[in-house]
């Protein structure tokens, strides 16, 4: 399978945590940054956080910055979202692509190989 796979999605209540996984086949992925994106129904998907190829350069979308965290660990081709105090503004669909042009990191033209996603709720 090329695509990469999320999980850890699931259902909970304001200010709780989640952490979501994307797992990747590692070959064709070493060597490029990584993203997540989310789509709430109804909403175009958007970005939320990009990490660089060795995980040196992180970025973050206004909305989850200093409550979300993206990493990766190379050695099992994973790549992480830690969601901290979360609201129901983040229930949504989380996507993670491999960025594979140089350019805008929240510009998803930049990305391929989309994974399926995985749900997260949040209630009030």
């Known amino acids: 399978q090329v695509q990469p796979v999320e999980s850890g999605g699931g259902l909970v209540q304001a200010g709780g945590s989640l952490r979501l996984s994307c797992a990747h086949s590692g070959r064709i992925f070493s060597g490029y940054a990584m993203g997540w994106f989310r789509q709430a129904p109804g909403k175009q998907r958007e970005f939320v956080a990009r990490?660089?190829?060795?995980?040196?350069?992180?970025y973050y979308a206004d909305s989850v910055k200093g409550r979300f965290t993206i990493s990766r660990d190379s050695a099992k081709n994973t790549v992480y979202l830690q969601m901290n105090n979360l609201n129901p503004e983040d229930t949504a669909v989380y996507f993670c692509a491999r960025k594979a042009i140089s350019g805008a990191d929240s510009d998803r033209g930049q990305y391929d190989y989309w994974g399926q996603g995985t749900q997260v709720t949040v209630s009030a």
């Open positions: 990490i660089s190829w060795n995980g040196g350069y992180t």
